[in-house]
């Protein structure tokens, strides 16, 4: 039915009339075919699995469709698919088993034995699984499509077993992403004509200044050999070493960077251009704009933290961070918002951090602002900012222009599968240009292990300890070998974000109760609301133009708050298959006819300044507990962003609750919709105990290293550099002291400026006052 994409089906091409004989990474998966599945799941359960996902995304017979639509070939086809068909149900449990956290995986695979059994089905499934002929009960993969779906619907919502909550939401989450996400030979899904999606078809950059603009400075060594390797980095002028009688390299530079993204990039540019050589690790691969072809799956896989698949420990907060060259800031919504003024003046007497309202903070916001080229208007909205500016202006409420790092007419809903057209002015395009015009490598496919450490003593006799490198291995692109490499350095600076910068210092011995705490996520919430394309004066598709560029602020009533933040309320980037995957599924008929309104369905969200904190200290381990303060402003933002939608004239809303609430608008009455609003709960998470609940979402992770004015208060000091290892700095947004409450690209850039800035000028000044023990 489908075959896997890359990122980039024109690449492949090319690499494939070149004779290369490496394929590239984001081909891995039309090799499945060959080598069979991982999986481990058995035959009996992918047959159980398979009926499941035939009734999240049923046949529908086409008699039940208008004569319209019956006429329509596209859609007659997407209506007699089936999240059955080959290898729908194979991937889902590929995906599943990879991606899934361990627990509800083991639930599920447990769940799919019992039902390829029928004493097994009858326990889960009751007298739906009966029938009069012999042997009288069916194993779940026998029950008629009709009745699963019925059995699907009480175990979504009133199922007292939570197992069975379980296995649904795992199994149609992962169903109707692969289903949505799946592309043929020609990079296209048989569902998307059907549902108004056509994908970003502007034409790429033409004439783009450099086709690789970090090449001379680039070595991917996931390409590499040992010797090979060894060439790449003596060639860009790096001193690099075997150590004796270990398969090791040694490397020697000046500064180690790792991470490649918003903080990372802008200290390697720093540095660089001081006179340093720099070496930045990124575990992640290089596109550029060619690359780039806005397929949501394979986009999502190559460019984003665990394939853009990541949840917290509880299953209640679904987080998105980039990993790739550029990290963020290569994959964000462009929005370019500097720190509020209110958040500074937090930081710098609440926190007595006097950099955030200093001179040189408010300059580091200017040079950041100059050298991603920020803009402050958007000559055309998009259609679901078209709402958004509407229903504020319908309601008397403040909306502002979001300032963006491309062009004013830069048009693009996809930037978040990277920037197709290459106007868009990430760090892989600004500041890491800068770095590697000034002597920069940058090293993909290369993940710190842990951090040097040695024990040393000072001139004045003080024991402590320096940081003297990072222990590091890069993978061959086959898999069956890696390189380990020991990079000695001056000054070493982990900028690999906020949920892998704590695991790393950790691992690597570092005692700070600081590392780790203090996760902030700034948890959203979607709401949607209906637009007709034949019945609303707004142009376009949700998928169209520019991702962020209109926002409105809620502002607290409330007497000890008033005048106060509560939420911001902006417009996402969502594909088909996250918006199939996070929709609520209320019956398999239903979920088909709303995505036929995908195109014209307008999403906004909105996002709290979170008060409430988490910790991260394994990788991937990410727990985090939303307060009670920090759900009443999601709830209030919430409200107004469905007045917002409804005043826009939404011919229906709803929010992204498992029970699928929802209101049709024409003919309400106020009374109506205000009972409508006050019915509105918050149960976070993929599963409740407690009744309907709403998935959290995350894309802004800060503070899990947070800067203080002593050890008691943070993670590291106000420049950055570790309380326990001379030597060691933290230069990415896990230093921020708190949530920032707008997008933090532009703060934390300026926080990363500052702190380059200073290491700059520390090796100027830095003799060999540390002496090895």
């Known amino acids: 039915m489908f075959a896997r994409s890359s990122a980039s089906c024109d690449q492949e091409k090319r690499r494939t009339m070149e004779g290369e004989s490496e394929c590239h990474p984001l081909l891995r998966g039309w090799k499945k075919e060959v080598r069979g599945y991982s999986h481990g799941l058995s035959s009996a359960q ?146 998307w004509e059907a549902i108004g999606y056509r994908g970003d078809r502007r034409e790429k950059l033409q004439k783009p200044e450099k086709e690789r603009p970090l090449e001379k400075g680039m070595v991917e060594a996931m390409h590499k050999d040992k010797l090979s390797l060894i060439q790449s980095l003596m060639e860009k002028d790096v001193k690099v070493t075997g150590i004796p009688g270990e398969s090791t390299l040694k490397i020697e530079c000046d500064v180690v960077i790792i991470g490649s993204g918003c903080g990372g990039g802008v200290a390697a540019a720093i540095l660089a251009q001081s006179g340093h050589k720099v070496i930045v690790l990124e575990k992640g691969n290089y596109f550029v704009a060619k690359d780039y072809s806005s397929l949501e799956g394979p986009s999502l896989g190559e460019l984003y933290e665990s394939g853009g698949i990541l949840s917290t420990q509880n299953g209640k907060v679904m987080i998105q961070a980039g990993s790739t060259v550029g990290g963020g ?175 790393l210092l ?47 602020k809620v502002v607290s009533g409330s007497e000890n708050d008033a005048g106060a933040v509560s939420a911001i309320i902006e417009t996402p980037a969502l594909g088909p298959a996250s918006f199939a995957a996070l929709f609520p599924w209320t019956s398999g008929p239903d979920m088909k006819d709303r995505m036929m309104k995908y195109s014209r369905i307008c999403n906004l969200f909105a996002l709290v300044r979170d008060k409430s904190s988490g910790e991260v200290k394994e990788e991937k381990k990410i727990k985090y507990w939303l307060n009670q303060s920090d759900k009443e402003n999601l709830r209030t933002g919430l409200r107004q962003a469905l007045r917002i939608l409804i005043a826009a004239g939404a011919e229906e809303v709803g929010t992204y609750r498992s029970d699928g609430q929802k209101m049709k608008c024409r003919g309400t009455s106020q009374k109506d919709v205000e009972e409508f609003l006050d019915s509105i709960t918050l149960h976070g998470g993929l599963v409740s105990r407690q009744g309907p609940c709403s998935l959290y979402l995350s894309a802004h992770q800060m503070g899990s290293c947070r800067m203080g004015v002593n050890e008691g208060d943070g993670g590291v000091n106000v420049n950055g550099e570790s309380w326990e290892a001379k030597g060691l700095f933290v230069c990415d947004g896990s230093v921020l002291p708190s949530a920032v409450g707008v997008n933090p690209m532009v703060t934390i850039q300026s926080t990363a400026y500052c702190i380059a800035k200073g290491i700059a000028e520390s090796l100027k000044k830095e003799k060999c006052s540390w002496i090895v023990r």
């Open 329 to 503: 800031s290569a994959v964000n919504w462009s929005a370019a918002i500097r720190t509020p003024s209110s958040v500074l003046r937090e930081w710098s007497m609440n926190h007595k951090i006097p950099l955030f309202e200093s001179r040189d903070y408010l300059s580091a916001m200017d040079a950041v602002c100059k050298r991603i080229g920020v803009t402050e208007n958007c000559s055309e909205e998009g259609f679901q900012n078209q709402v958004l500016q509407r229903g504020c202006e319908n309601l008397g409420l403040k909306v502002e222009k979001v300032p963006r790092n491309c062009p004013e007419n830069h048009y693009c809903g996809s930037c978040c599968y990277g920037c197709r057209t290459g106007e868009k002015r990430g760090a892989d395009s600004t500041w890491l240009v800068d770095a590697v015009d000034h002597g920069a490598v940058i090293l993909t496919g290369c993940k710190a292990e842990k951090v040097l450490l040695q024990n040393c003593i000072s001139d004045g006799g003080k024991n402590g300890k320096r940081c003297s490198g990072v222990i590091a291995r890069v993978w061959n692109d086959n898999e069956k070998m890696s390189i380990k490499l020991q990079i000695e350095a001056k000054a070493t600076i982990s900028a690999c974000g906020s949920l892998l910068t704590p695991p």
């Open 46 to 191: 992918i047959q159980s699995l398979a009926a499941i996902c035939e009734a999240v995304i049923p046949p529908l017979p086409l008699d039940s469709m208008s004569k319209e639509l019956s006429s329509n070939e596209a859609v007659c086809s997407f209506y007699n698919a089936s999240g059955s068909q080959h290898p729908i149900p194979d991937e889902v449990a590929e995906l599943m088993v990879k991606r899934g956290l361990p627990a509800p995986v083991f639930i599920v695979r447990l769940m799919l034995k019992i039902l390829s059994f029928r004493i097994g089905t009858l326990l889960l499934c009751g007298f739906l699984c009966l029938d009069w002929r012999w042997p009288f009960v069916q194993k779940f993969s026998e029950i008629p499509l009709e009745r699963r779906d019925e059995i699907l619907r009480r175990w979504s919502r009133q199922s007292k077993m939570i197992h069975l909550k379980v296995l649904f939401v795992m199994v149609k989450l992962f169903c109707c992403f692969v289903f949505f996400s799946w592309v043929d030979e020609n990079c296209k899904n048989q569902a």
């Open 506 to 552: 950790i691992s690597s011995g570092l005692k700070n109760p600081n590392i780790g705490r203090n996760l902030h996520l700034h948890p959203v919430l979607f709401v949607w609301g209906y637009f007709p394309e034949n019945s609303t004066s707004f142009k376009g598709k949700a998928y169209e133009g520019g991702i962020i560029t209109s926002i409105h």
